[in-house]
């Protein structure tokens, strides 16, 4: 191939491709390793007498904006309201 360190097949890039999935598989170990970890620290969290759902609920809350979340709980405090669960 002319002394190209990038062979083409197909008109793809092998060497980018490759290491484009070689990148992804990687990555993909780590968030296995980190998600082990992860549920170590809630499993941790429930020997010390913490309510893992609701602990997983204030971190799933934490990501929302304060105005994002506050909209959120006016409307399932309108929805409860109209099911007759407030």
Do not use: C
Request: net charge negative.
């Amino acid at each position: 191939m002319d002394g190209d360190n990038n062979p083409q097949i197909g008109g793809i890039a092998a060497d980018a491709l490759k290491q484009t999935i070689d990148r992804i598989e990687r990555l993909e170990e780590e968030k296995k390793a980190l998600a082990a970890d992860i549920k170590d620290v809630y499993s941790q969290a429930k020997s010390q007498g913490f309510d893992t759902k609701i602990i997983r609920k204030i971190v799933s809350l934490r990501k929302i904006e304060a105005s994002e979340r506050e909209e959120a709980e006016q409307l399932l405090e309108l929805y409860m309201a109209a099911i007759g669960m407030a």
